[in-house]
């Protein structure tokens, strides 16, 4: 048994906000910004556009390239810390956008920007463990736009809107089997040092939590950048040695898109070109769950990957929850 990717899309709004446009909004600088991070802009989601919304313009492309329609998943994972609502879950909500008649289940899953690593691991499972189950659909969706404090410049400059599915279905040929190998983690003792404080049961939403923008990220970002680098590179380095296959062998490293500063150290310590490298984070900023599926699906389109290539993929997020996943394309 195995799975296989069958499909891939993503989508991004419609508004672009630049270094030049946040240098009107807080005291930055492009130079400043894009030194620190490699980020020059961002997408920004409409104010009446919700994280289903970005959730499902990505899963319609991934059922389109997967060439099956909405009945015939099995399954729908949405990873998200931007959900809609706390209740019901997004992927329930998007099972209804999409025009899924089947009742097939439906759940989200938190684990931050490391929530799209999670949740194919998760599909892995039950699609070689589920007779029933035969095709997931696996989306990261953000609107870290609407958790942003706009007039803090230590965080505002890094995050952007996004979304990236992608559609994963069982086989029986072990050779197609796309998951070589992948291992997760999680640490909670650093649980404070990313965080969005207001909103539940710790601190419910209230005038003053909100007066006080507790309903916003709020980061640690020089101890955040160290954990990133150590634990996405320990995780890899796990994944290529369960796998028994080196670095050289593989073609892409696809780390979350956090900022360029932490992907060219990830890429340095793991001995991996900058050229072996994919980013995207200068175009779309920081978008949590959806940034390794953003870029799945641009090398998937741009032909960057053939069959039987090796693909790295590494996340780090708030939790903190890391990973990494080798697949075999
Ligand atoms: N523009 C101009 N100056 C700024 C800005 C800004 N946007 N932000 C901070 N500064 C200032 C600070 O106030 C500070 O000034 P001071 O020296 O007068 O006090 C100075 O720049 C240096 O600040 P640092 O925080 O030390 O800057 P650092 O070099 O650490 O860079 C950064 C900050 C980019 C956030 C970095 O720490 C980082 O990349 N951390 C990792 C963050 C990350 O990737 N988080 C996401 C992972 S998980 C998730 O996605 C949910």
Same mark, same amino acid.
């Given at each position: 048994m195995g799975i296989r990717i069958i499909g891939t899309g993503s989508y991004t709004p419609e508004k672009v906000l630049t270094n030049q446009d946040l240098e009107k909004m807080v005291e930055t600088s492009d130079e400043w910004i894009t030194t620190r991070t490699g980020i020059k802009e961002r997408h920004i989601a409409a104010d009446n556009q919700i994280t289903s919304d970005l959730a499902l313009e990505a899963s319609k492309n991934a059922l389109e390239a997967a060439g099956i329609? %909405?009945?015939?998943?099995?399954g729908i994972i949405v990873a998200s810390? !931007?959900? &809609? =609502?706390?209740? %019901?879950a997004t992927s329930c909500i998007l099972q209804q956008k999409l025009g899924v008649s089947n009742k097939c289940l439906c759940f989200d899953m938190q684990a931050a920007c490391s929530g799209l690593l999670y949740a194919i691991n998760v599909a892995d499972s039950m699609l070689n463990f589920?007779? /029933?189950?035969n095709r997931m659909l696996v989306v990261g969706a953000e609107k870290l736009s609407s958790i942003? &404090?706009? !007039? &803090?410049r230590t965080t505002c400059v890094l995050f952007g809107d996004g979304a990236a599915a992608i559609v994963l279905e069982s086989t029986n040929d072990t050779d197609e089997d796309c998951m070589v190998s992948s291992n997760l983690g999680a640490d909670g003792?650093?649980?404070? #040092?990313? =965080?969005?404080?207001?909103? /539940? !049961?710790a601190m419910p939403m209230t005038k003053d939590a909100l007066d006080q923008k507790l309903n916003c990220i709020k980061m640690e970002g020089q101890e955040t950048f160290k954990l990133a680098v150590g634990n996405m590179v320990a995780s890899c380095k796990k994944a290529l040695d369960d796998a028994g296959v !080196? #670095? &050289? =062998?593989?073609?892409w490293l696809v780390p979350h898109q956090a900022n360029y500063r932490i992907l060219k150290a990830v890429a340095t310590r793991l001995k991996?070109?900058?050229?072996?490298v994919y980013m995207n984070v200068d175009r779309f900023g920081n978008t949590s769950a959806a940034s390794i599926g953003l870029c799945l699906d641009e090398m998937a389109r741009g032909e960057l990957v053939q069959r039987g290539d090796y693909v790295l993929l590494t996340a780090f997020g708030g939790g903190l929850t890391w990973g990494a996943v080798l697949l075999r394309w």
């Amino acid at each position: 048994m195995g799975i296989r990717i069958i499909g891939t899309g993503s989508y991004t709004p419609e508004k672009v906000l630049t270094n030049q446009d946040l240098e009107k909004m807080v005291e930055t600088s492009d130079e400043w910004i894009t030194t620190r991070t490699g980020i020059k802009e961002r997408h920004i989601a409409a104010d009446n556009q919700i994280t289903s919304d970005l959730a499902l313009e990505a899963s319609k492309n991934a059922l389109e390239a997967a060439g099956i329609g %909405p009945d015939d998943l099995d399954g729908i994972i949405v990873a998200s810390f !931007t959900v &809609d =609502q706390l209740l %019901p879950a997004t992927s329930c909500i998007l099972q209804q956008k999409l025009g899924v008649s089947n009742k097939c289940l439906c759940f989200d899953m938190q684990a931050a920007c490391s929530g799209l690593l999670y949740a194919i691991n998760v599909a892995d499972s039950m699609l070689n463990f589920n007779p /029933g189950i035969n095709r997931m659909l696996v989306v990261g969706a953000e609107k870290l736009s609407s958790i942003v &404090d706009w !007039t &803090d410049r230590t965080t505002c400059v890094l995050f952007g809107d996004g979304a990236a599915a992608i559609v994963l279905e069982s086989t029986n040929d072990t050779d197609e089997d796309c998951m070589v190998s992948s291992n997760l983690g999680a640490d909670g003792n650093y649980s404070n #040092i990313l =965080q969005i404080p207001a909103g /539940g !049961t710790a601190m419910p939403m209230t005038k003053d939590a909100l007066d006080q923008k507790l309903n916003c990220i709020k980061m640690e970002g020089q101890e955040t950048f160290k954990l990133a680098v150590g634990n996405m590179v320990a995780s890899c380095k796990k994944a290529l040695d369960d796998a028994g296959v !080196t #670095i &050289d =062998q593989v073609k892409w490293l696809v780390p979350h898109q956090a900022n360029y500063r932490i992907l060219k150290a990830v890429a340095t310590r793991l001995k991996m070109p900058e050229e072996r490298v994919y980013m995207n984070v200068d175009r779309f900023g920081n978008t949590s769950a959806a940034s390794i599926g953003l870029c799945l699906d641009e090398m998937a389109r741009g032909e960057l990957v053939q069959r039987g290539d090796y693909v790295l993929l590494t996340a780090f997020g708030g939790g903190l929850t890391w990973g990494a996943v080798l697949l075999r394309w």
